[in-house]
């Protein structure tokens, strides 16, 4: 199942300022993760994006980076796709930041595009933000 697009920007305020006027996306949750990137999730109904700028941003890299797809399986997933040989990232599965419930992993599709692996949420649930 479809979970959310992640998209690199320049600047996450007016990110959420340009999605929050203009398509009524609202903030759910804005952390800085472990590797120092400004992450914001944000929501309009069943649809979800993350913005998010990188700690180091020297290469002007902008726009759409993965997709991120929920799955109720994730061990199993994670060891059937690593059996395939398909590039995975190192240190993976593991657990998102802060007390996050949630598990994940990428890997890359034969055209080198990242894809997201992670466990379903609940749609209430709440998070510790670092910000």
Known sequence: MFHHVGIRVSDVDRSIKFYRDTFNFQPVIRYTSMSGQ???????????????????????????????????HIDESFAKLNGLGLEMSPGE????????????FHFKDPNGVSIEMMNPLPRDVKFKTTR
């Open 38 to 72: 400004d992450v914001c999730f944000l929501r309009s109904g069943d649809m979800t994006i993350e913005v998010y700028k990188q700690k180091e941003d020297t290469d002007g890299i902008r726009g759409i980076t993965h997709i991120s797809l929920e799955d109720d």
């Open 93 to 104: 599965p593991r657990y998102g930041v802060g007390d996050s419930p949630l598990k994940l």
